[in-house]
């Protein structure tokens, strides 16, 4: 279908380095307080909750559409939960909140199409489990 493409650049040491990641029309700073703590500029963790808020919103516009409705809007928020183990820092819970406007749709239709949305959304299955290659250099 598509290959989308991101970077990053990171330069120095982890807590007093800093970065750009870039997409599309985006370059967005990020810095160790931006990620771990509070500080300007945005980290992976919002990335991701953009990623799958955008695309389970698509995703359940798609399933309301399919059953010949029309949704006036569906806004999706996420928290996505940066926590540590014994390993480092992880990704242990994302959390959508949606609401929807869509004459004709019931609650419990709605619910059912919500659910759905969640589990098949692209993003949601990339938790599931994914292959990731890397290609790396050093220069």
């Keep these: 279908m598509s290959i989308r493409t991101a970077k990053a650049k990171w330069n120095g040491t982890l ?6 990641m870039s997409f599309s029309n985006y370059d967005g700073p990020y810095t160790f307080k931006s990620r771990f703590e509070e500080g300007e500029g ?4 919002e990335l991701v909750g953009a990623a799958i808020s955008g695309c389970y919103s698509m995703f359940l516009s798609a399933l309301i559409s399919g ?3 029309k949704p006036e809007s569906i806004i999706t928020t996420a928290k996505v939960n940066l926590e540590k183990d014994d390993i480092g820092p992880k990704i242990t819970s994302i959390e959508l909140d949606c609401n929807a406007k869509c004459e004709g749709l019931s609650a419990e239709k709605f619910n059912e199409l919500a659910q759905t949305a969640k589990e098949k959304c692209p993003i949601s299955r990339l938790y599931a489990g994914t292959e990731i290659k890397l290609k790396a250099s050093l220069s």
């Design 42 to 45: 945005t980290n992976p963790e």
């Design 67 to 69: 059953i010949d409705l």
């Design 15 to 20: 807590k007093e380095g800093n970065g750009v």
